[in-house]
């Protein structure tokens, strides 16, 4: 394996993609380093992995999206980031950011999109009675949810299921996905 590629992750929340990632990126046949924690949320738990691993992290408060933006490439620029990955980052990124970083930023999101873009995916599928959910790893383009596809996981949805239950099943689903797409994007 040559020299791994210098990412940085995108976070809000509580982090479990991110600690996945940063797990495997341990690992010398991964192909990234996490070199960069950004996260929009000063509480996020997250964080905390950044800390532990002695990664880098940034706050930077998003409600003015245009310095949020800017604050953010200024970052990437001075620690060389080459790749995203956004893992429960809850904000949209504009047009002229995504194209600074084009098919290099990619997203976890909780459905077997193209269904069920957006938010309260769980609830939506349970609503439609729907027989599979899942997750997608898929690139970033200036559309919800919308960007090519890289890899999916399909699980069945299970009688009795509630939206709790929905949610912890697919979320440990992601946290085997997104290391394998991001492995499946360099190989
Ligand atoms: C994950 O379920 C991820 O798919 C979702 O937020 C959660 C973050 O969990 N992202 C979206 O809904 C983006 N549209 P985590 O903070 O434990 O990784």
Redesign the pocket.
């Known amino acids: 394996m040559g020299k791994k590629i210098r990412s940085c992750i995108f976070?809000?929340?509580?982090?479990?993609?991110?600690r996945s990632i940063i797990d495997h990126s341990k690992n010398k046949n991964f192909p990234i380093n996490v070199a960069l924690v950004i996260s929009n949320n000063i509480k996020a738990k997250?964080l905390n992995y950044a800390k532990k691993n002695n990664i880098p992290f940034k706050f930077y408060n998003s409600s003015n999206q245009i310095s949020f933006e800017k604050n953010c490439l200024l970052e990437l620029k001075r620690k060389k980031i080459k790749f995203i990955c956004?893992?429960?980052?809850?904000k949209m990124l504009s047009s002229n950011f995504i194209k600074k970083f084009k098919h290099k930023i990619v997203?976890?999101?909780?459905s077997l999109l193209p269904k069920f873009k957006?938010?309260n995916?769980h609830k939506r599928v349970l609503a439609k009675r729907e027989k599979y959910t899942g997750?997608t790893v898929h690139f970033v383009t200036s559309k919800l949810?919308s960007g090519k596809i890289i890899l999916q996981k399909k699980i069945v949805v299970k009688k009795n299921e509630t939206e709790g239950s929905l949610?912890k099943r697919?979320?440990k689903q992601?946290?085997q996905l997104y290391p394998k797409a991001i492995k499946l994007l360099f190989s």
């Open positions: 976070i809000s929340g509580r982090g479990t993609n991110l997250g956004l893992a429960g980052f809850m997203n976890i999101h909780p957006g938010l995916t997750c949810d949610k697919v979320l992601e946290n």
